[in-house]
């Protein structure tokens, strides 16, 4: 009898040890410095983004954050590294377009699904635009489609890749339009750009970041934004849901750590996140993007993220897309 209760008396001091312990851990975080992983090649957008959202929020954190850029198989060799790092909060993983994508494209994921994350917070979401190059034909958008419907699966559009969203943009503009357009892939937004303005390919859908460069209309005509609201980085372009209802495409960014992560750590995270992306110097880096800051709660970027799933899911099915 007594010994059953000297366990207990045992028992319970090692795990209000150990709650004091973790406690204290959470209090003190971060204690060194932290890392944050860019799925995708140095020099795009997303890579600008986690830059300048990295070096506010060790502002706030009084920590480093390291980017560590980790490209290749659509974003899942940078995503499955954080997938499988301790949920100690130390790693960080800034998510875009293709973490929605993923789930329904991808046969098999290396971490199982989106539920190997915990939300931190959604950053900004923001538009792709719908141009073709100066010399085109095409002064409107009426004037794409009315040439699309005219003939059938002649007008080519360019993608960074099978399943991007310059790809499914293409892809939902087809259906929703009801028009056939022709899909070329390429390897990055770079050479998409390029044969675009080469006049090998029609159209592209591209990124805010990769067109913003070109916005004074020298080299690439602006025909519309696929956000349902204008954009205020692209005036006077219209959005493509004023020829095509219903039509509505967003890049957005988000921040995730692995799953199990402490909820303080996590609330920790949030508030840095919130601050950095609030702040002057980041906001100034995003205005040319066309970029709407979020900053919203965990739970915003889980629902968001969430849905996006189910719509482009959606797409995947009824276009028979596949990576390969």
């Known amino acids: 009898?007594?010994?059953?209760?000297?366990?207990?008396?045992?028992?319970?001091?090692?795990?209000?040890?150990?709650?004091?312990?973790?406690?204290?851990?959470?209090?003190?975080?971060?204690?060194?410095?932290?890392?944050?992983?860019?799925?995708?090649?140095?020099?795009?957008?997303?890579?600008?983004?986690?830059?300048?959202?990295?070096?506010?929020?060790a502002k706030e954190l009084g920590q480093p954050i390291v980017i560590e850029n980790k490209p290749g198989a659509g974003t899942m060799i940078g995503t499955d590294n954080i997938a499988k790092s301790p949920p100690d909060g130390y790693s960080l993983l800034i998510a875009s377009f293709a973490h929605a994508i993923n789930p329904s494209l991808q046969p098999q994921l290396p971490f199982g699904s989106n539920d190997a994350f915990a939300p931190v917070a959604l950053i900004a979401r923001g538009p792709n635009v719908l141009v073709v190059r100066a010399e085109s034909p095409y002064n409107s958008l009426e004037d794409l489609l009315a040439a699309a419907k005219a003939n059938p699966g002649q007008l080519t559009y360019a993608s960074q890749g099978v399943g991007t969203s310059a790809h499914l943009a293409g892809e939902m503009f087809s259906n929703l339009a009801d028009v056939k357009l022709t899909h070329v892939p390429y390897r990055g937004a770079g050479p998409a750009l390029t044969d675009l303005l080469g006049g090998h390919v029609d159209m592209m859908f591209a990124t805010a970041a990769a067109v913003s460069t070109y916005s004074n209309g020298e080299k690439l005509r602006m025909l519309g934004v696929t956000t349902t609201q204008p954009s205020h980085a692209f005036k006077d372009v219209p959005p493509i849901s004023d020829s095509v209802p219903g039509y509505r495409v967003e890049s957005w960014y988000g921040i995730y750590v692995p799953a199990k992560t402490p909820p303080a750590?996590?609330?920790?995270?949030?508030?840095?996140?919130?601050?950095?992306?609030?702040?002057?110097?980041?906001?100034?880096?995003?205005?040319?993007?066309?970029?709407?800051?979020?900053?919203?709660?965990?739970?915003?970027?889980e629902d968001y993220v969430k849905n996006e799933e189910k719509l482009w899911a959606t797409i995947v099915k009824e276009n028979g897309i596949s990576p390969n």
């Open 265 to 301: 750590i996590i609330d920790r995270l949030h508030e840095a996140a919130v601050k950095a992306s609030r702040s002057a110097a980041f906001s100034e880096k995003l205005e040319h993007e066309g970029l709407v800051i979020s900053a919203g709660t965990p739970q915003e970027l």
């Open 1 to 57: 009898m007594l010994n059953t209760f000297l366990r207990r008396i045992v028992g319970s001091l090692a795990f209000a040890t150990a709650l004091a312990y973790a406690g204290s851990a959470v209090a003190e975080f971060p204690e060194r410095s932290l890392r944050m992983v860019v799925p995708f090649s140095p020099g795009g957008g997303t890579d600008m983004i986690a830059r300048a959202l990295g070096a506010e929020m």
